[in-house]
Nanobody, 119 residues
Framework: QVRLAESGGGLVQAGGSLRLSCTDS????????VGWFRQAPGKEREFVAS????????DYADGVKGRFTISRDNTKKMVSLQLNNLAPEDTAVYYC????????????WGQGTQVTVSS
């Protein structure tokens, strides 16, 4: 069973940076794809970025391309999301999710970490 935990959220001023991390306790992501999603107050949850662990292939939502970077660390068994040049509209709860790479949908979700960007 995949058990995900996010860390690294916080409060930052516009233009600042944060780094979010996602780990799966006791396992590796070897055959998985790991994604980051976010949900702002009153809005639907939306896709942010994803990475296929085995190949390193990445995908990003248009609104974060060039600002956010998803990466994996084989040693730490961790997927990170670097958030740069943050804007108030990036304020949301950010969730880590995982799926078997060949699956259509993400089946395992973390509890989320709050990112708040002040103007």
């Amino acid at each position: 069973q995949v058990r995900l935990a996010e860390s690294g959220g916080g409060l930052v001023q516009a233009g600042g940076s944060l780094r979010l991390s996602c780990t799966d306790s006791g396992r590796t992501f070897r055959s998985y794809a790991v994604g980051w999603f976010r949900q702002a107050p009153g809005k639907e949850r939306e896709f942010v970025a994803s990475i296929v662990w085995s190949t390193g292939s990445t995908d990003y939502a248009d609104g974060v391309k060039g600002r956010f970077t998803i990466s994996r660390d084989n040693t730490k068994k961790m997927v990170s999301l670097q958030l740069n040049n943050l804007a108030p509209e990036d304020t949301a709860v950010y969730y880590c999710a995982a799926k078997v790479a060949s699956s259509a949908s993400f089946a395992s979700w973390g509890q989320g970490t709050q990112v708040t960007v002040s103007s």
